[in-house]
């Protein structure tokens, strides 16, 4: 079936540090998924970061970017300097063919400490 | 603008009690519907989406069931609550054709 798995939490980084959080995907139903990654913010509901359908390219928000890797299957999110107001709880997700379904990761909590 | 409502925010519910949970859309007309489903410490699950009123399909058998009595409206429920349904749970929409979702801000849900 169709899967994501990424970064087992927690992450605990310093203010001004680099980040990668690993998502790598499954996809049977469909060569080319679209990949989605979510964000949960302390008290706040959970919200659309970034997106991108199309393999090869690159999804930024925030600061954030992710690449769609469709050799390595994967879509990780990266941020070159990350600040205390980062710290939350991300998910990877992947849509397949109908888009009806939308298949999440685990989620990655992230603690930027100042 | 779109809002989405859930309601309740948090229930505690004895072991076979019945369940009712509700969304409610405004300002999109016919959307997609979704229920999702995170026990603590789990994955986010889909549990049902819906594409029109009266049409319901269930992603995960969680002994739960949904029902889309209004264009703009998800109902999430069981006749029998089991422990194993605590969990938070989420309801969303989309536009037709798309996969952005956007998120209510969810029920949490204690059964004991």
């Known amino acids: 079936g169709d899967s994501v798995t990424q970064t087992e939490g927690p992450v605990t980084v310093s203010e001004s540090e680099s980040l990668i959080i690993n998502c790598t995907y499954s996809?049977?139903?469909?060569?080319?998924?679209?990949l989605f990654w979510y964000v949960r913010y302390p008290g706040e509901g959970l919200q659309l970061l970034l997106k991108?359908?199309?393999?090869?390219q690159k999804g930024s928000s925030r600061g954030f970017e992710a690449t769609y890797n469709k050799e390595t299957t994967s879509f990780h999110l990266q941020k070159a300097s990350v600040q205390e107001s980062d710290s939350a709880v991300y998910y990877c997700?992947?849509?397949?063919?109908?888009?009806?379904?939308?298949?999440f990761g685990s989620g990655t909590k992230l603690t930027v400490e100042p | 603008a779109q809002t989405i409502h859930q309601w309740p925010v948090a229930e505690i519910k004895a072991v076979g009690s019945p369940l009712s949970l509700g969304c409610t859309i405004k300002?999109?007309?016919?959307?997609?519907l979704y229920w999702y489903w995170q026990a603590t410490g789990g994955t986010l699950q889909q549990l049902f989406y819906?594409?029109?009123?009266?049409?319901v399909e269930s992603v995960v058998q969680l002994n739960l069931s949904a029902s889309r009595p209004k264009d703009d409206q998800f109902i999430l429920s069981t006749e029998k609550l089991l422990l194993s349904h605590s969990g938070f749970y989420l309801c969303a929409w989309s536009l037709v054709g798309e996969a952005d979702y956007t998120f209510g801000s969810g029920t949490r849900l204690l059964v004991i």
């Open positions: 997700a992947l849509a397949p063919s109908n888009y009806n379904v939308l298949y």
């Open positions: 991108v359908i199309t393999a090869g």
């Open positions: 819906s594409i029109t009123v009266g049409q």
């Open positions: 996809a049977t139903s469909i060569a080319y998924p679209n």
């Open positions: 300002g999109k007309s016919s959307p997609n």
